[in-house]
T-cell receptor
Framework: DARVTQTPRHKVTEMGQEVTMRCQPILGHNTVFWYRQTMMQGLELLAYFRNRAPLDDSGMPKDRFSAEMPDATLATLKIQPSEPRDSAVYFC????????????FGQGTRLTVV | GDSVTQMEGPVTLSEEAFLTINCTYTATGYPSLFWYVQYPGEGLQLLLKATKADDKGSNKGFEATYRKETTSFHLEKGSVQVSDSAVYFCALSDQGGGNKLTFGTGTQLKVEL
């Protein structure tokens, strides 16, 4: 059963520390997304990759967030330095890229910055 | 730009009641429309989709019809169960958008015995 895998599932860190979240997209998918979910803002798109190239990261705070795809099986989202307002659930999703197809979501990383 | 508007929650229903969650959208071109469901502590799962006007998506007793004339994609179920309690998200993907989704704010559904 193909699925998007995210690690870690939970992360508690102190303000100022670096946080790295990882995502393994479904094999063969060529689009990858990072979303952030909070009670106040709902689901926000942070970054979007197609064939490992970043297409849209306009939703991401550039000064502290970075997203990369070192290879087709790994996407990373880093926050450095982390702040309490970054506390949220971060979802990775992947898709086959064709019109009319859907994105598949991982179970998320719940980040708490204290 | 694209946008999705869905009804505010929470929606609280008794088991076996009829469910409607309204969703309207704004998009250029001909988007694909989706309903995703999120159970507590989990990620989003696709519930159903429709890719062109008048298409009806259906799954697990849920249905939604793509209405281009009213730019709507309302979710319905004839008889809800306690296990349907979750947050429901309406979303769209533009033609050529390559799975990039624009989401509504989500509607929490609570079903009571």
């Amino acid at each position: 059963d193909a699925r998007v895998t995210q690690t870690p599932r939970h992360k508690v860190t102190e303000m100022g520390q670096e946080v790295t979240m990882r995502c393994q997209p479904i094999l063969g998918h060529n689009t990858v997304f990072w979303y952030r979910q909070t009670m106040m803002q709902g689901l926000e798109l942070l970054a979007y990759f197609r064939n490992r190239a970043p297409l849209d990261d306009s939703g991401m705070p550039k000064d502290r967030f970075s997203a990369e795809m070192p290879d087709a099986t790994l996407a990373t989202l880093k926050i450095q330095p982390s702040e309490p307002r970054d506390s949220a659930v971060y979802f990775c999703a992947s898709g086959p890229g064709q019109t009319y197809t859907e994105a598949f979501f991982g179970q998320g990383t719940r980040l708490t910055v204290v | 730009g694209d946008s999705v508007t869905q009804m505010e929650g929470p929606v609280t229903l008794s088991e076996e009641a009829f469910l409607t969650i309204n969703c309207t959208y704004t998009a250029t071109g001909y988007p694909s429309l989706f309903w995703y469901v999120q159970y507590p502590g989990e990620g989003l799962q696709l519930l159903l989709k429709a890719t062109k006007a008048d298409d009806k998506g259906s799954n697990k007793g849920f249905e939604a019809t793509y209405r281009k004339e009213t730019t709507s994609f309302h979710l319905e179920k004839g008889s809800v169960q306690v296990s349907d309690s979750a947050v429901y998200f309406c979303a769209l993907s533009d033609q050529g958008g390559g799975n990039k989704l624009t989401f509504g704010t989500g509607t929490q559904l609570k079903v009571e015995l």
